[in-house]
């Protein structure tokens, strides 16, 4: 069965760059969901999408901007980045009929040196 | 403030035998509860949940308890297997925003099952 696709898998960075990690989906998918996972932490919520419209915001930094585009695949663009934004990225998605049930992509590991 | 909360950070288990997986958690509002699964290098894998109106739910191996007046939950695994070894996550969700529900993640256990 189709999963949820996340690129790049590695990001290395320098400070003050800016990152672009995109997420596809489960197929049928309608909510997208963004976590970040920092070292030996349990993974935080950033944001969430339904339908294309953000539908959640939590400890998302304003250097952090997301959007999901008409094919329901998101982006996350991350700028000016810091040493402590070093840290795995997962993206979920769910379905609309099984909301609660959050199926996540294998994560991108972005590391800002 | 950790609103779910996993106080073993690791539990070994001889193979064959039940692991038992303890989660805490502190919102009222959470109605829906999830295990993950982790291994190094991918992301997590669902393995089962509960709402908050049951008190167990089982699939094959793997059940889950739910004590909503003590705000826990426990995952069994019965029998254990050495591919069982992995960080297991608990999490739960309430309701926020039109479409989303947000998962809270407890810290992990991480368990090792020898054979």
């Known amino acids: 069965a189709a999963g949820v696709i996340q690129s790049p898998r590695h990001l290395i960075k320098e400070k003050r760059e800016t990152a672009t990690l995109k997420c596809y989906p489960i197929?049928?998918?309608?909510?997208v969901y963004w976590y970040q996972q920092g070292p030996g932490q349990d993974p935080q919520f950033l944001i969430s999408?339904?339908?294309?419209?953000?539908?959640d915001k939590g400890s998302i930094p304003d250097r952090f901007s997301a959007q999901q585009f008409s094919d329901y695949h998101s982006e996350l663009n991350m700028s000016s980045l810091e040493l402590g934004d070093s840290a795995l990225y997962f993206c979920?998605?769910?379905?609309?009929?099984?909301?609660?049930?959050?199926?996540f992509g294998a994560g991108t590991r972005l590391s800002v040196l | 403030d950790q609103q779910v909360k996993q106080n073993s950070p690791s539990l070994s288990v001889q193979e064959g035998r039940i692991s038992i997986l303890n989660c805490d958690y502190t919102?009222?509002?959470?109605?829906?509860f999830l295990w993950y699964k982790k291994y190094p290098a991918e992301g997590p894998t669902f393995l089962i949940s509960?709402?908050?109106?049951?008190d167990k739910n089982e699939d094959g191996r793997f059940t889950v308890f739910l004590n909503k007046s003590a705000k826990h939950l426990s995952l069994h695994i019965v029998p254990s297997q050495p591919g069982d070894s992995a960080v297991y996550f608990c999490?739960?969700?309430?309701?926020?925003?039109?479409?989303?529900?947000?998962?809270?993640f407890g810290k992990g256990t991480k368990l090792s099952v020898i054979p």
């Open positions: 979920a998605s769910s379905l609309g009929t099984e909301k609660n049930i959050q199926y």
């Open positions: 509960i709402s908050s109106i049951k």
């Open positions: 999490a739960a969700s309430a309701a926020v925003g039109a479409g989303s529900y947000q998962l809270t």
């Open positions: 197929p049928r998918h309608d909510t």
């Open positions: 999408f339904y339908e294309k419209m953000q539908s």
């Open positions: 919102n009222s509002m959470f109605d829906y």
